[in-house]
């Protein structure tokens, strides 16, 4: 299992903080939170992604006990 964790307007559009899914790669893992939120794969793919604490491409494999982090994208000025 994969700890899915979500950070800023994620968190708020979700209704929830984390979740777990059996999945191989942050891809899935876009599929899996599109399925049990009805929010668009594509918005989660605007995300940044961080693998146990690290920055991660979206072509990052996952392994199991592995934890990803989604921060919504964020603009300033």
């Known amino acids: 299992m994969v700890k899915i964790k979500l950070f800023g ?4 559009k979700t209704g929830f ?3 777990e899914a059996d999945i191989t790669s942050i ?3 876009w599929s899996v939170l599109s399925e049990i939120t009805d929010i668009p794969a594509r918005e989660f793919k605007k995300c940044i992604v961080a693998l146990n604490g690290k920055p991660c491409k979206a ?4 392994s199991d006990g592995d934890e990803i982090t989604l921060f919504s ?3 300033g000025g």
Request: net charge positive; glycine share 6%; charged share 35%.
């Open 59 to 62: 072509s990052a494999k996952l």
């Open 9 to 12: 307007t994620l968190r708020l």
């Open 73 to 75: 994208p964020s603009g």
């Open 17 to 19: 903080k984390e979740t």
């Open 27 to 29: 891809k899935e893992a």
